[in-house]
């Protein structure tokens, strides 16, 4: 399935499935929200994550847990340089206003909210703070201060999220064409790749219930 850059995807996975999302371009940063299917106000939290796992940047190994601690993916494959950030909020219509866009601008948020309602599911709250795939977010040398800079991952650079319970999980290309946190010099958001895989990551057929506008 392709998700084109600047839009967004919701897919729904059971428990011990997988998600692969595939930077195509290499240059495409993707964020990333999760939700217990029996109860959309438990979601994966970046906060709750972070406690959890005692580190900045997740590694291979590590489990994304909820509001409630549960545990929701587990980061089970990269073939990225392993660069990700679970600190920058994603991006909204407010943001872009701030960045100086005088009209309506594609957002990630946005894009989360209306990928679960393309497959009638539909958050009971925005949710600002994603695990935000592929973006590289440095500490700077004093500690304090965060530096914002372009992926460095290539071509065909992959995460594999496995499903520790039953979950819905939205995407984004994330539509930042203004700050560089893309890869390349122009800064257009690129499409990106995702696949379902049962336990033995075999692929399974997602079907097409979304088309971008």
Not at 81 to 95: K, L, N, Q, V
Not at 113 to 121: F, G, Q
Not at 173 to 199: F, H, M, S, T
Request: net charge negative.
């Amino acid at each position: 399935m392709i998700i084109k850059g600047g839009h967004g995807k919701a897919v729904e996975l059971s428990m011990e499935q997988s998600l692969r999302i595939v930077n195509t371009s290499g240059t495409q940063v993707v964020d990333c929200w999760a939700w217990n299917a029996d109860d959309l106000h438990e979601h994966m939290s970046m906060e709750t994550t972070r406690v959890w796992l005692q580190r900045l940047n997740p590694i291979v190994g590590d489990t994304f847990v909820t509001t409630l601690r549960s545990p929701i993916l587990t980061l089970v494959e990269d073939t990225s340089p392993g660069i990700h950030d679970t600190f920058m909020a994603c991006c909204d219509s407010e943001r872009y206003k701030l960045l100086g866009c005088t009209t309506y601008h594609r957002n990630c948020l946005d894009n989360m909210l209306s990928a679960m309602t393309d497959i009638h599911t539909e958050p009971p709250q925005p949710i600002f703070a994603s695990f935000n795939i592929f973006m590289n977010i440095a500490v700077k040398d004093d500690g304090r201060s965060l530096d914002t800079r372009p992926t460095l991952c290539q071509p065909s650079d992959y995460v594999t999220l496995r499903a520790e319970m039953d979950c819905y999980v939205a995407l984004s290309a994330c539509p930042q064409d203004i700050v560089p946190i893309q890869g390349k010099p122009d800064l257009k958001p690129q499409d990106i790749e995702i696949y379902i895989l049962d336990e033995q990551f075999a692929e399974i057929p997602i079907r097409q219930t979304w088309v971008p506008n």
